[in-house]
């Protein structure tokens, strides 16, 4: 079963969906890829005010865009994805509030963990663009290799409206 909420934040509705007692999902209204890997389930889904993992995830949300740094690790988190994905994502959760990597530097990481050559920032960025738990697994705070804003599954005006929100620079 998969127990959704609503959420209205600053930068529009979120829907935050619970799987097994973790958190699965933060989408935003209109996002590119909304639901993910559980858009097939849609059957299973139920609204559920009183879970647990919902609210721990709204208080995460409120105490962020409250201007707080609320740690990542306060969640339960487990997004669906393949071991590419999560590799990634766990690179993602590492950026610090306020700073930003580009695609090429996570794709560098990867291949010196995998002990490659190199690896493709496309790889990354389609890693990146598929993340189904946004904001929570900072993929706002990743950039093109100028630092420009590129791409988003939210949109761009939403990535840049989230890096000001924690004081990242913006102007590049």
């Excluded at 590119?32 to 299973?44: D, Q, S």
């Excluded at 960025?125 to 420009?148: D, K, T, Y």
């Amino acid at each position: 079963m998969l127990y959704m909420m609503r959420y209205e934040s600053p930068v529009g509705p979120l829907l935050l969906a619970e799987k097994d007692g973790a958190l699965a999902g933060v989408w935003m209204e209109g996002q590119k890829y909304y639901l993910g890997a559980l858009r097939t389930r849609r059957g299973e889904m139920r609204e559920n005010a009183g879970s647990r993992i919902l609210n721990e995830t709204k208080d995460w949300l409120d105490s962020y865009f409250r201007g707080e740094r609320p740690a990542i690790e306060e969640l339960v988190l487990r997004p669906e994805g393949s071991e590419f994905q999560k590799e990634v994502w766990k690179i993602l959760c590492r950026i610090p509030y306020g700073r930003t990597k580009t695609y090429g530097e996570i794709a560098r990481e990867i291949a010196a963990g995998r002990r490659l050559e190199s690896m493709s920032a496309q790889a990354v960025g389609g890693a990146v663009g598929h993340n189904p738990i946004s904001i929570i697994i900072p993929c706002h705070r990743v950039v093109g290799a100028n630092g420009s804003l590129t791409g988003y599954a939210g949109g761009v005006e939403k990535k840049r409206k989230l890096l000001a929100w924690e004081g990242a620079d913006v102007e590049k």
